[in-house]
């Protein structure tokens, strides 16, 4: 940071720096001047051994990585407003008492914020000096001079040419048009082409253009020409940049072309249809959200879901009163000997299916199935007062009479006899697991219900005298004493059958 202004340093390798007339003067020239399209000169320091030089920093870096990234992309409408950029710098360039730049390449070119084309590391011939080694940077620097300047080796001018100027800048727009490195170097070694370029007349050395994939005819011949006129061997016939500016809005048919008008152009014509895109991929996601809902409703109770997905933590809960059901098919075992397993998986998924179309006509949740045990509460996890025997009563009803026409697919003959258990207690309840999390009930009231399921007898229903104490309440429902019951871990036991309910 530089009084509050984000620089760019640049550390100059000359050591002894001695000012003249000539110097001072381009160096207020250079703090002077003010192009949108040339990077902007803020100030350098002369004390050894900090001599560097400084200017407005652009975010985006250089063309040179802007051509290598691939994961932008040029379209000819890109090119074009970093060509205008470029001639239109360099004709403010040379317009100036600088008069030339010398040192034009793409990696002098830089993007700012805007996307608009900066052009660097111009004029402060005070601060240049000549490389002292031929290193491989140095080589490659050479791949945009004008072949005269080769030629003269040490001998060129250090601030360059105006003519030198416009031979660098066929090579950077070679660079833009065909998005490769300079004359399309591959197997090539920067030496060997700069030998090339050197010799001349008659053999001339140039990049090997090829057509482009411009929009139009009258693009690609401009463009092919201000090459060739570029490239020329002889300097006094290569073109001003002014006259280059000529030639593009002749090309553009006198339209301004600029990135920014470009992209607010196109955001312009998005706009319009904005919105409809926006609804039906709102839509889309609602209807995701939708099943993803529903899914996970068959997993968990709605309630205990809607917390979990809100982030809370679900602690485990009392309920003191709840109906359990527990039930199973009489004979399972042998039914299962006779078919193909995949015959059992189908029978045990056309049952479950119309059971589960049964129970979802009452207030109830499936708390799971394993195998052919199917076990059903109520009063949990929504509490609903003295309602949970009535509804799993009237459930139990139905889905007995539903099991006794279930047709086996693979065993006609055959007939399921489903054995039914209810009991009404006190239970905690909560979400055990991380993986594949299930609302498991444990207590005593889950064993007791599992009891009266395995001490009854196929297609009957068998309460607990708890339940029968709560379905009193309920005088619709008939029941009938079965007398005493041994049941495992509580001794003989008063216990009923539930035969009925009254229609009202």
């Known amino acids: 940071m530089y009084k509050g202004m984000l620089v760019a340093v640049k550390n100059v390798e000359k050591r002894n720096l001695s000012f003249s007339r000539e110097d001072l003067m381009e160096l207020k020239c250079m703090r002077e001047m ?28 250089s063309l040179q990585d802007i051509l290598e990234n691939d994961d932008i992309q040029l379209d000819w409408m890109f090119k074009m407003s970093l060509i205008q950029d470029l001639v239109n710098g360099m004709a403010y360039i040379h317009a100036s008492l600088v008069q030339s730049h010398g040192r034009l390449r793409s990696n002098n070119c830089l993007i700012d914020s805007r996307w608009s084309l900066k052009i660097n590391d111009f004029g402060l011939t005070v601060f240049r000096s000549r490389p002292t ?13 004008a ?76 463009f092919l020409r201000i090459l060739r006129m570029c490239w020329q061997e002889n300097p006094e016939e290569r073109p001003t940049f002014h006259s280059l500016l000529r030639m593009l809005r002749s090309m553009n048919k006198g339209r301004k072309v600029n990135i920014l008008d470009s992209m607010v152009a196109r955001l312009e014509k998005y706009a319009t249809n904005l919105e409809e895109i ?12 939708k099943k993803t809902d529903t899914l996970l409703y068959r997993m968990l109770p709605q309630t205990v879901a809607e917390s979990l997905k809100a982030g809370k933590c679900i ?18 075992t042998t039914i299962c000997s006779t078919i193909t397993p995949i015959q059992v998986v189908q029978l045990l998924n056309e049952l479950y299916t119309q059971c589960d179309g049964i129970i979802s006509k009452y207030k109830v949740y499936k708390v799971e199935t394993i195998g052919d045990a199917y076990m059903v509460a109520s009063g949990l996890p929504v509490r609903n007062g003295k309602l949970h025997v009535a509804e799993i009563a009237s459930m139990a009803l139905d889905l007995l009479k539903a099991v006794a026409d279930f047709t086996i697919p693979h065993k006609a003959e055959a007939v399921l006899k489903l054995r039914i258990g209810l009991h009404t207690g006190s239970c905690a309840a909560g979400v055990v697991g991380l993986t594949m999390p299930r609302y498991c009930l ?11 399921e395995s001490t009854g007898e196929p297609l009957k229903i068998h309460v607990s005298q708890d339940t029968q104490q709560a379905i009193r309440h309920f005088p619709e429902f008939l029941l009938s004493y079965r007398g005493k019951t041994p049941v495992k871990g509580k001794g003989e036991i008063d216990t009923y059958w539930l035969v009925g309910k009254m229609s009202t």
């Open 34 to 61: 003010n192009h949108e399209n040339t990077n902007a000169f803020v100030g350098a320091c002369i004390d050894q051994p900090d001599i560097c030089t400084l200017t407005v920093y652009c975010p985006k870096g």
């Open 133 to 145: 080694e031929e290193t491989y940077d140095v080589i490659l620097k050479k791949l945009w001079m």
């Open 147 to 222: 072949p005269e300047l080769l030629r003269m080796g040490s001998q060129s001018p250090i601030q360059g040419t105006q003519k030198g100027d416009l031979y660098s800048f066929g090579i950077v727009l070679q660079e833009i048009l065909y998005r490769c490195p300079p004359y399309f170097i591959e197997d090539e070694s920067p030496a060997e082409v700069i030998q090339l370029v050197m010799k001349g007349e008659p053999d001339v050395y140039r990049p090997k253009i090829t057509k482009l994939d411009a929009p139009s005819e009258g693009l690609q011949d401009g």
């Open 278 to 289: 926006v609804a039906q991929r709102t839509s889309q996601l609602l209807e995701e959200k």
């Open 315 to 332: 602690e485990a809960e009392v309920f003191d009163s709840v109906t359990i059901y527990f039930s199973d098919i009489v004979g399972f």
């Open 442 to 452: 444990f207590g005593d009231t889950v064993n007791m219900a599992s009891r009266m």
